[in-house]
């Protein structure tokens, strides 16, 4: 997944204003124990990043 999907499935369940301040602020098991940005800057893969955010808010599955 490239990370401007990634970016767009954030924006489309967050909303935009709300998707980057969730991903620098809520820290999660699934990403063991990180925030979506440290996962990422952490060289996670962006399909990896939204299977934990999708894991940890029980996102279903016609929005993943």
Not at 6 to 25: L, P
Not at 48 to 55: E, F, N, S, Y
Request: glycine share 10%.
């Amino acid at each position: 997944m490239r990370l401007t999907v990634f970016w767009q499935r954030m924006g489309d369940y967050f909303g935009a204003a709300y998707a980057d301040s969730f991903a620098r602020d809520h820290v999660m098991s699934e990403l063991g124990g990180r925030t979506v940005h440290q996962a990422l800057d952490a060289g996670w893969n962006a399909k990896d990043v939204w299977r934990g955010v999708c894991r940890a808010l029980d996102i279903p599955e016609n929005m993943r």
